[in-house]
Protein backbone atom coordinates (compact mmCIF):
# COMPACT_ATOMS: atom_id res chain seq x y z
CA UNK A 1 0.00 0.00 0.00
CA UNK A 2 2.72 2.49 1.11
CA UNK A 3 6.12 2.65 0.15
CA UNK A 4 9.34 4.73 2.39
CA UNK A 5 8.22 7.16 4.92
CA UNK A 6 5.39 7.51 3.39
CA UNK A 7 3.85 5.32 6.47
CA UNK A 8 0.20 2.99 6.13
CA UNK A 9 -2.64 4.70 7.39
CA UNK A 10 -5.08 2.21 9.14
CA UNK A 11 -8.24 4.57 9.35
CA UNK A 12 -7.78 4.74 5.55
CA UNK A 13 -7.65 0.89 4.94
CA UNK A 14 -10.57 0.71 7.06
CA UNK A 15 -12.62 3.44 5.59
CA UNK A 16 -11.50 1.89 1.67
CA UNK A 17 -12.46 -1.68 3.04
CA UNK A 18 -16.18 -0.49 4.30
CA UNK A 19 -16.49 1.62 0.96
CA UNK A 20 -15.56 -1.01 -0.74
CA UNK A 21 -18.22 -3.35 1.15
CA UNK A 22 -21.03 -1.10 0.90
CA UNK A 23 -20.17 -0.93 -2.83
CA UNK A 24 -20.31 -4.33 -3.22
CA UNK A 25 -23.56 -4.72 -1.33
CA UNK A 26 -25.41 -2.22 -3.74
CA UNK A 27 -23.78 -4.25 -6.38
CA UNK A 28 -25.04 -7.50 -6.07
CA UNK A 29 -28.12 -5.80 -5.26
CA UNK A 30 -28.71 -4.50 -9.05
CA UNK A 31 -27.37 -7.55 -10.71
CA UNK A 32 -30.23 -8.87 -8.92
CA UNK A 33 -32.61 -6.55 -10.14
CA UNK A 34 -31.06 -6.44 -13.46
CA UNK A 35 -31.42 -10.29 -13.78
CA UNK A 36 -35.23 -10.44 -12.67
CA UNK A 37 -35.93 -7.54 -15.26
CA UNK A 38 -34.60 -9.38 -18.04
CA UNK A 39 -32.24 -7.07 -19.64
CA UNK A 40 -29.44 -7.72 -20.75
CA UNK A 41 -26.92 -6.69 -18.08
CA UNK A 42 -24.10 -8.71 -18.79
CA UNK A 43 -23.32 -6.48 -21.97
CA UNK A 44 -24.04 -3.17 -19.94
CA UNK A 45 -21.91 -3.83 -17.12
CA UNK A 46 -19.16 -5.94 -19.16
CA UNK A 47 -19.16 -2.26 -21.56
CA UNK A 48 -19.03 -0.52 -18.27
CA UNK A 49 -15.80 -2.02 -17.04
CA UNK A 50 -13.92 -1.85 -20.65
CA UNK A 51 -14.75 2.16 -20.55
CA UNK A 52 -13.14 2.37 -17.06
CA UNK A 53 -10.52 0.00 -17.22
CA UNK A 54 -9.61 2.21 -20.18
CA UNK A 55 -9.64 5.35 -18.10
CA UNK A 56 -7.52 3.55 -15.24
CA UNK A 57 -5.09 2.09 -17.53
CA UNK A 58 -4.46 5.39 -19.50
CA UNK A 59 -5.29 7.32 -16.59
CA UNK A 60 -1.91 9.45 -16.96
CA UNK A 61 -2.42 10.12 -20.87
CA UNK A 62 -6.44 10.90 -20.30
CA UNK A 63 -5.59 13.57 -17.30
CA UNK A 64 -2.42 15.20 -19.37
CA UNK A 65 -4.64 15.64 -21.69
CA UNK A 66 -7.27 16.85 -20.58
CA UNK A 67 -5.58 19.19 -18.41
CA UNK A 68 -3.18 20.63 -21.70
CA UNK A 69 -0.03 18.93 -19.49
CA UNK A 70 3.24 19.41 -21.01
CA UNK A 71 6.02 17.15 -20.15
CA UNK A 72 9.04 18.85 -19.23
CA UNK A 73 12.33 17.88 -18.87
CA UNK A 74 14.72 19.02 -15.97
CA UNK A 75 16.38 21.42 -18.19
CA UNK A 76 12.79 23.17 -18.95
CA UNK A 77 11.38 23.10 -15.04
CA UNK A 78 14.96 22.62 -13.16
CA UNK A 79 12.99 23.65 -9.76
CA UNK A 80 9.72 21.07 -10.32
CA UNK A 81 12.35 18.39 -11.10
CA UNK A 82 14.25 19.18 -8.39
CA UNK A 83 11.37 19.25 -5.65
CA UNK A 84 9.94 15.94 -7.12
CA UNK A 85 13.38 14.33 -7.45
CA UNK A 86 13.82 15.06 -3.62
CA UNK A 87 10.54 14.11 -2.41
CA UNK A 88 10.59 10.65 -4.29
CA UNK A 89 14.33 9.94 -2.72
CA UNK A 90 12.62 10.52 0.56
CA UNK A 91 9.62 8.60 0.01
CA UNK A 92 11.59 5.91 -1.69
CA UNK A 93 9.82 5.59 -4.65
CA UNK A 94 10.22 6.21 -8.27
CA UNK A 95 10.15 9.57 -9.91
CA UNK A 96 6.92 10.17 -11.70
CA UNK A 97 6.16 11.95 -15.22
CA UNK A 98 6.85 15.50 -14.48
CA UNK A 99 4.42 17.87 -16.31
CA UNK A 100 3.16 22.09 -16.06
CA UNK A 101 -0.07 22.79 -17.58
CA UNK A 102 0.06 26.40 -18.90
CA UNK A 103 -2.97 27.97 -17.48
CA UNK A 104 -3.40 30.74 -14.86
CA UNK A 105 -5.66 28.86 -12.54
CA UNK A 106 -3.65 27.47 -9.33
CA UNK A 107 -4.01 23.83 -9.61
CA UNK A 108 -1.90 20.62 -9.05
CA UNK A 109 -2.99 17.51 -10.05
CA UNK A 110 -1.72 14.09 -10.34
CA UNK A 111 -2.56 10.54 -11.46
CA UNK A 112 -1.75 7.07 -12.97
CA UNK A 113 -2.42 3.71 -12.43
CA UNK A 114 0.54 3.16 -10.03
CA UNK A 115 3.46 4.55 -8.76
CA UNK A 116 5.97 3.70 -12.22
CA UNK A 117 3.13 5.17 -14.48
CA UNK A 118 2.56 8.09 -12.44
CA UNK A 119 2.23 11.60 -13.58
CA UNK A 120 2.37 14.80 -11.11
CA UNK A 121 0.95 17.68 -13.04
CA UNK A 122 1.87 21.91 -11.62
CA UNK A 123 -0.35 24.68 -13.45
CA UNK A 124 1.81 27.96 -14.35
CA UNK A 125 -0.50 29.62 -12.34
CA UNK A 126 0.17 27.79 -9.08
CA UNK A 127 4.32 27.92 -9.42
CA UNK A 128 3.84 31.43 -10.14
CA UNK A 129 1.68 31.81 -7.01
CA UNK A 130 3.24 29.73 -4.15
CA UNK A 131 7.11 29.96 -2.81
CA UNK A 132 9.93 26.83 -2.68
CA UNK A 133 8.52 25.23 0.25
CA UNK A 134 4.85 25.77 -0.28
CA UNK A 135 5.39 23.87 -3.58
CA UNK A 136 7.26 21.48 -2.05
CA UNK A 137 4.25 21.11 -0.03
CA UNK A 138 1.71 20.95 -2.51
CA UNK A 139 3.55 18.08 -4.40
CA UNK A 140 4.42 16.17 -1.48
CA UNK A 141 0.57 15.93 -1.27
CA UNK A 142 0.31 14.38 -4.82
CA UNK A 143 3.18 12.09 -4.33
CA UNK A 144 1.34 10.83 -1.52
CA UNK A 145 -1.75 10.35 -3.75
CA UNK A 146 0.65 8.18 -6.31
CA UNK A 147 1.89 6.38 -3.13
CA UNK A 148 -1.39 5.46 -1.65
CA UNK A 149 -2.75 4.42 -5.15
CA UNK A 150 -5.19 6.75 -5.22
CA UNK A 151 -5.66 5.96 -8.80
CA UNK A 152 -6.71 2.55 -8.55
CA UNK A 153 -9.13 2.90 -5.31
CA UNK A 154 -11.13 5.37 -6.74
CA UNK A 155 -11.56 3.61 -9.80
CA UNK A 156 -12.75 0.68 -8.34
CA UNK A 157 -14.93 2.20 -6.00
CA UNK A 158 -16.37 4.45 -9.00
CA UNK A 159 -16.99 1.19 -11.16
CA UNK A 160 -20.61 0.74 -9.47
CA UNK A 161 -21.48 4.47 -10.14
CA UNK A 162 -20.17 4.64 -13.84
CA UNK A 163 -22.39 1.00 -14.32
CA UNK A 164 -25.45 2.47 -12.73
CA UNK A 165 -25.13 5.78 -14.86
CA UNK A 166 -25.24 3.20 -18.35
CA UNK A 167 -28.01 0.85 -17.07
CA UNK A 168 -30.08 4.34 -16.32
CA UNK A 169 -29.23 5.46 -19.70
CA UNK A 170 -29.62 1.97 -21.33
CA UNK A 171 -33.13 1.33 -19.65
CA UNK A 172 -34.34 4.50 -20.94
CA UNK A 173 -33.36 4.10 -24.53
CA UNK A 174 -34.64 1.38 -24.40
CA UNK A 175 -38.15 2.19 -23.42
CA UNK A 176 -38.23 5.22 -25.36
CA UNK A 177 -36.81 3.18 -28.54
CA UNK A 178 -38.19 -0.15 -27.79
CA UNK A 179 -41.77 -0.27 -26.83
CA UNK A 180 -43.88 -0.41 -29.63
CA UNK A 181 -46.34 3.00 -29.52
CA UNK A 182 -48.72 0.91 -31.44
CA UNK A 183 -48.92 -2.19 -29.85
CA UNK A 184 -51.33 -2.61 -27.08
CA UNK A 185 -50.22 -5.90 -25.53
CA UNK A 186 -49.29 -6.48 -21.64
CA UNK A 187 -45.81 -8.09 -23.04
CA UNK A 188 -44.45 -4.50 -24.19
CA UNK A 189 -46.26 -2.24 -21.20
CA UNK A 190 -44.71 -4.75 -18.61
CA UNK A 191 -41.54 -4.39 -20.41
CA UNK A 192 -42.06 -0.30 -20.17
CA UNK A 193 -42.84 -0.77 -16.64
CA UNK A 194 -39.42 -2.87 -15.42
CA UNK A 195 -37.40 -0.24 -17.69
CA UNK A 196 -38.80 2.81 -15.17
CA UNK A 197 -38.26 0.71 -12.12
CA UNK A 198 -34.71 -0.35 -13.64
CA UNK A 199 -33.91 3.34 -14.42
CA UNK A 200 -34.94 4.64 -10.72
CA UNK A 201 -33.79 1.59 -8.94
CA UNK A 202 -30.12 2.51 -11.03
CA UNK A 203 -30.62 6.52 -10.16
CA UNK A 204 -31.04 5.58 -6.55
CA UNK A 205 -27.79 3.48 -6.75
CA UNK A 206 -25.88 6.09 -8.38
CA UNK A 207 -26.49 8.74 -6.18
CA UNK A 208 -25.63 6.61 -3.34
CA UNK A 209 -22.20 5.09 -4.55
CA UNK A 210 -22.01 9.07 -5.74
CA UNK A 211 -22.10 10.22 -2.26
CA UNK A 212 -19.90 6.87 -0.82
CA UNK A 213 -17.21 8.02 -3.23
CA UNK A 214 -17.30 11.57 -2.55
CA UNK A 215 -16.61 10.69 1.08
CA UNK A 216 -13.95 8.62 0.57
CA UNK A 217 -12.48 11.12 -2.00
CA UNK A 218 -12.53 13.78 1.04
CA UNK A 219 -10.96 11.11 3.28
CA UNK A 220 -8.16 10.29 0.66
CA UNK A 221 -7.17 14.09 0.84
CA UNK A 222 -6.95 14.45 4.14
CA UNK A 223 -5.17 11.36 4.21
CA UNK A 224 -2.51 12.65 1.29
CA UNK A 225 -2.61 16.20 3.74
CA UNK A 226 -0.79 14.36 6.21
CA UNK A 227 1.17 12.23 4.74
CA UNK A 228 2.64 14.88 2.41
CA UNK A 229 3.05 16.98 5.34
CA UNK A 230 4.76 14.30 7.41
CA UNK A 231 6.78 13.47 4.54
CA UNK A 232 8.02 17.51 4.34
CA UNK A 233 8.25 17.68 7.87
CA UNK A 234 6.54 21.31 7.41
CA UNK A 235 2.69 21.24 7.87
CA UNK A 236 2.67 24.81 7.71
CA UNK A 237 3.88 25.38 4.16
CA UNK A 238 0.91 22.91 3.01
CA UNK A 239 -1.02 25.12 5.40
CA UNK A 240 -0.18 28.66 3.86
CA UNK A 241 0.05 26.68 0.24
CA UNK A 242 -3.97 25.84 0.70
CA UNK A 243 -5.01 29.24 1.75
CA UNK A 244 -3.39 30.54 -1.18
CA UNK A 245 -5.09 27.80 -3.49
CA UNK A 246 -8.52 28.66 -2.67
CA UNK A 247 -10.91 31.70 -1.99
CA UNK A 248 -10.44 34.98 -2.96
CA UNK A 249 -6.89 34.90 -3.34
CA UNK A 250 -6.61 32.19 -5.85
CA UNK A 251 -8.68 34.57 -7.97
CA UNK A 252 -6.20 36.82 -8.26
CA UNK A 253 -4.64 36.26 -11.30
CA UNK A 254 -1.15 36.61 -12.34
CA UNK A 255 -1.39 37.32 -16.54
CA UNK A 256 0.23 40.75 -17.23
CA UNK A 257 -3.21 42.71 -17.77
CA UNK A 258 -1.19 43.53 -21.19
CA UNK A 259 -0.88 39.64 -22.21
CA UNK A 260 -3.13 38.75 -24.67
CA UNK A 261 -3.81 35.60 -22.29
CA UNK A 262 -7.71 35.81 -21.52
CA UNK A 263 -8.98 37.05 -18.40
CA UNK A 264 -11.77 34.23 -17.94
CA UNK A 265 -9.65 31.30 -18.49
CA UNK A 266 -11.22 29.01 -15.72
CA UNK A 267 -11.63 25.80 -16.03
CA UNK A 268 -13.33 22.59 -15.06
CA UNK A 269 -10.86 18.95 -14.95
CA UNK A 270 -13.14 16.61 -16.99
CA UNK A 271 -14.86 14.23 -15.33
CA UNK A 272 -13.26 11.90 -17.53
CA UNK A 273 -9.76 12.95 -16.05
CA UNK A 274 -9.33 10.29 -13.41
CA UNK A 275 -6.87 11.21 -11.27
CA UNK A 276 -6.29 14.20 -7.80
CA UNK A 277 -6.27 17.77 -7.60
CA UNK A 278 -5.45 19.80 -4.74
CA UNK A 279 -7.97 22.45 -5.45
CA UNK A 280 -11.70 21.48 -6.39
CA UNK A 281 -14.81 23.33 -6.97
CA UNK A 282 -16.70 19.88 -5.80
CA UNK A 283 -17.19 18.53 -2.93
CA UNK A 284 -14.15 15.95 -3.23
CA UNK A 285 -12.36 17.78 -1.29
CA UNK A 286 -12.97 18.74 2.44
CA UNK A 287 -13.40 21.91 3.46
CA UNK A 288 -10.07 24.32 3.88
CA UNK A 289 -10.95 25.18 8.10
CA UNK A 290 -10.48 20.93 8.11
CA UNK A 291 -7.40 20.66 6.65
CA UNK A 292 -5.72 23.78 7.77
CA UNK A 293 -7.19 22.07 11.51
CA UNK A 294 -5.48 18.73 10.47
CA UNK A 295 -2.06 20.67 9.31
CA UNK A 296 -2.21 22.57 12.45
CA UNK A 297 -2.36 19.52 14.59
CA UNK A 298 0.13 17.89 12.64
CA UNK A 299 2.57 20.75 13.60
CA UNK A 300 1.90 20.40 17.01
CA UNK A 301 2.64 16.79 17.09
CA UNK A 302 5.84 17.74 15.02
CA UNK A 303 6.32 20.10 18.20
CA UNK A 304 6.53 23.29 15.56
CA UNK A 305 5.28 26.41 16.16
CA UNK A 306 1.46 26.53 14.45
CA UNK B 1 -28.90 61.53 -34.16
CA UNK B 2 -26.29 60.99 -30.71
CA UNK B 3 -26.60 57.45 -31.26
CA UNK B 4 -25.52 57.26 -34.98
CA UNK B 5 -22.64 59.93 -33.96
CA UNK B 6 -21.37 57.52 -31.29
CA UNK B 7 -21.39 54.77 -33.85
CA UNK B 8 -19.39 56.84 -36.26
CA UNK B 9 -16.87 58.14 -33.58
CA UNK B 10 -15.67 54.46 -33.53
CA UNK B 11 -13.86 55.72 -29.86
CA UNK B 12 -15.12 52.28 -28.50
CA UNK B 13 -16.66 53.89 -25.37
CA UNK B 14 -16.61 56.89 -24.00
CA UNK B 15 -14.35 57.11 -20.64
CA UNK B 16 -15.87 55.84 -17.85
CA UNK B 17 -17.26 58.53 -15.15
CA UNK B 18 -14.07 60.57 -14.65
CA UNK B 19 -15.18 60.71 -11.36
CA UNK B 20 -14.02 57.13 -10.25
CA UNK B 21 -10.35 58.46 -11.10
CA UNK B 22 -10.71 61.75 -9.72
CA UNK B 23 -11.79 59.99 -6.57
CA UNK B 24 -8.50 59.36 -5.35
CA UNK B 25 -7.46 62.81 -4.73
CA UNK B 26 -9.98 62.92 -1.80
CA UNK B 27 -9.10 59.26 -0.41
CA UNK B 28 -5.76 59.00 -0.68
CA UNK B 29 -5.10 60.71 2.71
CA UNK B 30 -7.47 58.12 4.19
CA UNK B 31 -5.71 55.39 1.99
CA UNK B 32 -2.26 56.73 3.40
CA UNK B 33 -3.10 57.10 6.85
CA UNK B 34 -5.00 53.57 7.42
CA UNK B 35 -1.90 51.35 5.15
CA UNK B 36 0.91 53.44 6.50
CA UNK B 37 1.71 53.90 3.07
CA UNK B 38 2.75 57.09 1.27
CA UNK B 39 2.72 58.60 -2.29
CA UNK B 40 6.03 58.40 -4.10
CA UNK B 41 4.97 61.08 -6.53
CA UNK B 42 4.58 59.44 -9.64
CA UNK B 43 1.71 58.54 -11.97
CA UNK B 44 1.53 57.08 -15.73
CA UNK B 45 -1.14 56.14 -18.12
CA UNK B 46 -0.27 52.74 -20.07
CA UNK B 47 -1.51 52.96 -23.76
CA UNK B 48 -2.24 50.00 -25.74
CA UNK B 49 -1.09 49.71 -29.33
CA UNK B 50 -3.41 50.69 -31.72
CA UNK B 51 -4.30 49.87 -35.26
CA UNK B 52 -2.28 51.01 -38.47
CA UNK B 53 -4.57 53.93 -39.69
CA UNK B 54 -4.97 55.56 -35.95
CA UNK B 55 -1.30 55.60 -35.04
CA UNK B 56 -0.72 59.09 -36.29
CA UNK B 57 -3.48 60.11 -33.90
CA UNK B 58 -2.60 58.65 -30.70
CA UNK B 59 1.58 59.79 -31.90
CA UNK B 60 -0.02 62.88 -32.26
CA UNK B 61 -1.92 63.04 -28.42
CA UNK B 62 1.24 61.32 -27.30
CA UNK B 63 3.37 63.92 -28.47
CA UNK B 64 1.30 66.75 -27.51
CA UNK B 65 1.40 65.43 -23.63
CA UNK B 66 4.94 65.04 -23.61
CA UNK B 67 5.95 68.31 -24.67
CA UNK B 68 3.36 70.91 -23.21
CA UNK B 69 5.14 73.29 -21.08
CA UNK B 70 4.48 73.30 -17.87
CA UNK B 71 3.59 69.68 -16.71
CA UNK B 72 5.20 67.03 -19.21
CA UNK B 73 4.63 63.31 -19.27
CA UNK B 74 7.64 61.01 -20.15
CA UNK B 75 6.98 58.75 -22.66
CA UNK B 76 8.37 54.98 -22.72
CA UNK B 77 7.43 51.61 -24.53
CA UNK B 78 7.43 48.31 -22.82
CA UNK B 79 8.11 44.93 -24.07
CA UNK B 80 4.33 44.40 -24.56
CA UNK B 81 4.99 47.08 -26.86
CA UNK B 82 2.29 49.26 -24.94
CA UNK B 83 3.22 52.82 -24.26
CA UNK B 84 3.44 54.75 -20.80
CA UNK B 85 2.68 58.36 -20.31
CA UNK B 86 4.77 58.58 -16.80
CA UNK B 87 4.56 62.04 -14.96
CA UNK B 88 5.80 62.86 -11.30
CA UNK B 89 5.48 65.86 -8.78
CA UNK B 90 8.29 66.41 -6.05
CA UNK B 91 7.02 66.44 -3.77
CA UNK B 92 4.15 63.96 -4.44
CA UNK B 93 1.14 65.20 -4.86
CA UNK B 94 -1.56 62.52 -5.62
CA UNK B 95 -4.31 65.74 -6.62
CA UNK B 96 -2.28 66.88 -9.13
CA UNK B 97 -1.07 63.52 -10.27
CA UNK B 98 -4.82 62.53 -10.73
CA UNK B 99 -5.75 65.43 -12.38
CA UNK B 100 -3.33 65.14 -15.04
CA UNK B 101 -3.84 61.42 -15.82
CA UNK B 102 -7.32 62.08 -16.17
CA UNK B 103 -6.22 65.28 -18.19
CA UNK B 104 -4.55 63.31 -20.59
CA UNK B 105 -6.81 60.63 -20.98
CA UNK B 106 -9.06 62.92 -22.14
CA UNK B 107 -6.33 64.44 -24.98
CA UNK B 108 -6.19 60.64 -26.19
CA UNK B 109 -10.03 60.58 -26.47
CA UNK B 110 -10.09 63.90 -27.82
CA UNK B 111 -7.54 62.32 -30.86
CA UNK B 112 -10.26 59.50 -31.00
CA UNK B 113 -7.78 57.30 -29.57
CA UNK B 114 -9.79 56.51 -25.62
CA UNK B 115 -9.90 52.84 -26.15
CA UNK B 116 -6.22 52.49 -26.10
CA UNK B 117 -6.38 53.52 -22.33
CA UNK B 118 -5.50 50.64 -20.79
CA UNK B 119 -4.86 51.83 -17.16
CA UNK B 120 -3.74 54.02 -14.99
CA UNK B 121 -0.99 53.58 -12.13
CA UNK B 122 -0.63 55.92 -8.83
CA UNK B 123 2.44 54.69 -7.01
CA UNK B 124 2.86 53.99 -3.23
CA UNK B 125 5.64 52.92 -1.24
CA UNK B 126 5.89 51.71 2.44
CA UNK B 127 9.46 52.81 3.04
CA UNK B 128 11.03 49.48 0.97
CA UNK B 129 8.44 48.10 -1.61
CA UNK B 130 6.48 49.99 -4.49
CA UNK B 131 2.59 49.34 -4.57
CA UNK B 132 0.80 50.79 -6.73
CA UNK B 133 -3.32 51.79 -7.28
CA UNK B 134 -4.35 50.30 -10.51
CA UNK B 135 -7.39 52.24 -12.56
CA UNK B 136 -8.59 50.65 -14.91
CA UNK B 137 -9.73 53.18 -17.71
CA UNK B 138 -12.63 51.34 -19.34
CA UNK B 139 -14.23 50.33 -16.16
CA UNK B 140 -13.43 53.16 -14.02
CA UNK B 141 -12.52 50.93 -10.99
CA UNK B 142 -9.58 50.69 -9.13
CA UNK B 143 -7.15 47.77 -7.02
CA UNK B 144 -3.95 47.47 -5.34
CA UNK B 145 -1.38 45.88 -6.90
CA UNK B 146 1.84 45.05 -4.82
CA UNK B 147 4.62 43.24 -6.46
CA UNK B 148 7.06 41.21 -4.27
CA UNK B 149 9.49 39.88 -7.13
CA UNK B 150 9.06 39.42 -11.27
CA UNK B 151 6.19 37.58 -11.32
CA UNK B 152 5.62 37.26 -7.70
CA UNK B 153 3.10 39.59 -5.93
CA UNK B 154 1.28 39.83 -2.05
CA UNK B 155 -2.29 38.99 -2.80
CA UNK B 156 -3.04 38.73 0.96
CA UNK B 157 -1.75 42.07 1.45
CA UNK B 158 -3.57 43.53 -1.85
CA UNK B 159 -6.89 41.90 0.20
CA UNK B 160 -6.01 43.82 3.37
CA UNK B 161 -5.47 47.05 0.89
CA UNK B 162 -8.79 46.38 -0.52
CA UNK B 163 -10.66 47.22 2.47
CA UNK B 164 -8.61 50.37 2.93
CA UNK B 165 -9.86 52.26 -0.39
CA UNK B 166 -12.88 54.12 1.06
CA UNK B 167 -14.16 56.45 -1.43
CA UNK B 168 -13.07 54.92 -4.58
CA UNK B 169 -15.20 52.40 -7.06
CA UNK B 170 -13.19 49.28 -6.31
CA UNK B 171 -13.19 46.81 -8.57
CA UNK B 172 -15.45 43.68 -7.32
CA UNK B 173 -14.15 41.14 -9.91
CA UNK B 174 -10.48 39.95 -8.35
CA UNK B 175 -10.27 38.04 -11.45
CA UNK B 176 -9.41 41.13 -13.12
CA UNK B 177 -6.95 42.70 -10.66
CA UNK B 178 -4.33 41.68 -13.19
CA UNK B 179 -0.40 42.48 -12.41
CA UNK B 180 1.85 45.11 -14.67
CA UNK B 181 5.18 43.21 -14.19
CA UNK B 182 8.10 45.93 -14.02
CA UNK B 183 5.57 48.65 -15.37
CA UNK B 184 7.29 51.88 -15.54
CA UNK B 185 5.17 53.54 -13.41
CA UNK B 186 6.55 51.42 -10.20
Redesign the interface.
Known sequence: MSTGTIRPDAGLRARMSLTIFLLGALYVGVVAILIASGINAGIVIVFAFVILFAQYWFSDRIALYAMHGRIVTPQEAPQLHAIVDKLCAEANMPKPTVAIANTDIPNAFATGRSPKRAVVCATSGIMRRLDQDELEGVLAHEISHVAHRDVAVMTVASFLGVAAGLVTRFAFYSQLFGGGVFEDDDRESNGAAVAIVVMLVSMVVYAISFLLTRALSRYRELSADRSGAILTGRPSALASALRKVTGDIAQIPTNDLRSAEAFNAFFFTPALANGFSISSLFSTHPPLEQRLAQLAEISRELGQPV | MARLGSLLRRSAGPPADPGALLALADAAAGFEAASGLRPVGTASL?L?PVSDNRAEALQGAVESLTSSGERPFTDTV?E?G?RWLTRRTDPPDVARLVADLHAAHLSVTAAGVGAAA??SLVGFTDGDRQVAL?YLNQRGSWYPFVPTGD???D??R??ELRGMLGGLNVESD????????GAPGL
Open positions: CRDFHLCVMTRSPELLRRWRPLW
